[in-house]
């Protein structure tokens, strides 16, 4: 009765691994196989470090956004007053904002004053946006009150303005020092309406990790706002903070049903949505191009196995006539193409891991070899590449990188299965 063997078997394994370390001399392609191996490798890390990138960057994105901004504004719809004159001033500012705040899920709603003004100090201009809320309001605002950075402290806001740490390099501004705020609207005379001019003492600078806030804003007392912009007894808006920001889109409905129809609703995702739906689509199609990257780095392991296959034709006609079946040899071709995908994929998520892992000491060495301005925060927002790496994508890379390897490395080990013993040993 015939012994047949166990689907690999210990043997399999064993010839499939000598094949892979043969050297040119014994017949082997090591050199192929060292080619396909350092493809794999760089495939799995260009995509598993992409993959970091983008996890890190839209996270990053996402976070300032939530930290430094409402997750909902609620504006009040267009009055006409009595007098003719049209406008959007909230007047009951305090009970909307109690309103609101005892909506389930809100975890804030604070008055606001808004307007943009020109900042002046030591000889120089910037113009600024000014935000008018309370001490207290303002110690809710996660990237204000706990920021990367900051000089001063809220204790002291009642007394002064804080600004942003762009603000104040632009300005020549430190902790202690005075800035100027001119606003076109200001006092309306005989004469006509003269620019409203006021110093403050800059009693805190924060850099919130975003360019264009660090760079644009400015907060006042909401009192001292109030008075500065001719709004006294009116709010702009109601800034809403909320527990899960994320589900924004399940908060607009109670908001409206608690301020009534007279009023709009605009959240953080309406802001941003269209950046971050831009964001998405390039995130899919670099995932499909390094896919791409991926197939053509496992069509090395076809070629380095047809010529193995090819050198191996003599030892595959032995094997045959000493009783392998086409299983057998199939399997032993296979395990060797399957060897390199493996190993390359281990290599490629340890380099991709260490990547995402050490990427500021990284990048700083790419910007110092590169003389600086690799990274420009104008343009991307943020001041540093992240990086996150997340389950999800190292074990999409993995199993894109096996897979193709294990289904390419089928088609050679095929023909090496079905080569006639006869035909293999017949000039040898």
Same mark, same amino acid.
């Given at each position: 009765?015939?012994?047949?063997?166990?689907?690999?078997?210990?043997? *399999?394994?064993?010839?499939?691994?000598?094949?892979?370390? +043969?050297?040119?001399? &014994?017949?082997?392609?090591?050199?192929?196989?060292?080619?396909?191996?350092?493809?794999?490798?760089?495939?799995?890390?260009?995509?598993?470090?992409?993959?970091?990138?983008?996890?890190?960057?839209?996270?990053?994105?996402?976070?300032?956004?939530?930290?430094?901004?409402?997750?909902?504004?609620?504006?009040?719809?267009?009055?006409?007053?009595?007098?003719?004159?049209?406008?959007?001033?909230?007047?009951?500012?305090?009970?909307?904002?109690?309103?609101?705040?005892?909506?389930?899920?809100?975890?804030?709603?604070?008055?606001?004053?808004?307007?943009?003004?020109?900042?002046?100090?030591?000889?120089?201009?910037?113009?600024? *946006?000014?935000?008018?809320?309370?001490? &207290?309001?303002?110690?809710?605002?996660?990237?204000?009150?706990?920021?990367?950075?900051?000089?001063?402290?809220?204790?002291?806001?009642?007394?002064?303005?804080?600004?942003?740490?762009?603000?104040?390099?632009?300005?020549?501004?430190?902790?202690?020092?005075?800035?100027?705020?001119?606003?076109?609207?200001?006092?309306?005379?005989?004469?006509?309406?003269?620019?409203?001019?006021?110093?403050?003492?800059?009693?805190?600078?924060?850099? +919130?990790?975003?360019?264009?806030?660090?760079?644009?804003?400015?907060?006042?007392?909401?009192? &001292?706002?109030?008075?500065?912009?001719?709004?006294?007894?009116?709010?702009?808006?109601? *800034?809403?903070?909320?527990?899960?920001?994320?589900?924004?889109?399940?908060?607009?409905?109670?908001?409206?049903?608690?301020?009534?129809?007279? +009023?709009?609703?605009?959240?953080?995702?309406?802001?941003?949505?269209?950046?971050?739906?831009?964001?998405?689509?390039?995130?899919?199609?670099?995932?499909?191009?390094?896919?791409?990257?991926?197939?053509?780095?496992?069509?090395?392991?076809?070629?380095?196995?047809?010529?193995?296959?090819?050198?191996?034709?003599?030892?595959?006609?032995?094997?045959?006539?000493?009783?392998?079946?086409?299983?057998?040899?199939?399997?032993?071709?296979?395990?060797?193409?399957?060897?390199?995908?493996?190993?390359?994929?281990?290599?490629?998520?340890?380099?991709?891991?260490?990547?995402?892992?050490?990427?500021?000491?990284?990048?700083?060495?790419?910007?110092?070899?590169?003389?600086?301005?690799?990274?420009?925060?104008?343009?991307?927002?943020?001041?540093?590449?992240?990086?996150?790496?997340?389950?999800?994508?190292?074990?999409?890379?993995?199993?894109?990188?096996?897979?193709?390897?294990?289904?390419?490395?089928?088609?050679?080990?095929?023909?090496?299965?079905?080569?006639?013993?006869?035909?293999?040993?017949?000039? &040898?």
């Amino acid at each position: 009765m015939a012994h047949t063997t166990p689907p690999f078997a210990p043997f *399999e394994f064993m010839i499939a691994w000598r094949y892979l370390r +043969a050297k040119r001399a &014994e017949g082997g392609v090591s050199v192929m196989t060292w080619i396909s191996l350092l493809g794999i490798t760089l495939a799995v890390f260009a995509l598993i470090a992409t993959l970091a990138v983008r996890s890190g960057f839209r996270e990053e994105f996402v976070d300032t956004i939530l930290g430094a901004n409402a997750h909902i504004t609620v504006y009040q719809d267009m009055r006409i007053s009595e007098t003719g004159a049209a406008s959007r001033k909230i007047t009951e500012y305090t009970e909307l904002a109690e309103q609101i705040a005892a909506v389930p899920g809100v975890t804030h709603a604070a008055p606001l004053v808004k307007g943009q003004v020109m900042a002046s100090a030591r000889g120089r201009n910037a113009g600024v *946006e000014v935000f008018g809320i309370s001490a &207290e309001d303002l110690q809710g605002i996660p990237r204000i009150a706990n920021p990367q950075e900051s000089q001063g402290s809220l204790d002291n806001f009642e007394g002064g303005i804080a600004i942003g740490s762009g603000v104040a390099r632009e300005l020549g501004l430190l902790v202690g020092d005075k800035v100027q705020l001119i606003s076109p609207n200001g006092v309306k005379t005989a004469f006509g309406t003269s620019p409203r001019v006021k110093a403050y003492d800059v009693v805190y600078i924060f850099t +919130a990790g975003r360019y264009d806030v660090d760079r644009t804003r400015a907060y006042l007392p909401f009192a &001292e706002a109030q008075a500065y912009f001719n709004s006294t007894g009116a709010a702009d808006e109601i *800034e809403v903070m909320l527990e899960s920001p994320n589900n924004v889109d399940d908060m607009v409905l109670p908001i409206f049903q608690a301020v009534g129809d007279r +009023a709009m609703v605009w959240t953080w995702k309406d802001a941003s949505g269209a950046f971050l739906r831009a964001l998405e689509v390039e995130d899919n199609v670099m995932f499909v191009i390094l896919s791409i990257l991926v197939l053509i780095a496992a069509m090395n392991i076809t070629s380095g196995l047809i010529m193995l296959v090819k050198n191996k034709g003599r030892d595959i006609g032995i094997l045959r006539t000493m009783g392998l079946t086409e299983g057998a040899v199939l399997r032993v071709f296979f395990l060797c193409g399957a060897f390199t995908g493996v190993l390359g994929t281990i290599a490629g998520v340890i380099l991709g891991c260490l990547f995402a892992i050490y990427i500021d000491p990284i990048f700083s060495l790419v910007n110092y070899v590169a003389g600086g301005g690799v990274w420009d925060p104008q343009i991307r927002g943020l001041y540093n590449l992240p990086a996150k790496l997340e389950l999800a994508d190292v074990l999409s890379a993995v199993f894109l990188s096996l897979g193709l390897s294990f289904v390419v490395t089928i088609f050679p080990a095929r023909r090496a299965a079905r080569m006639n013993p006869v035909e293999a040993l017949r000039y &040898e």
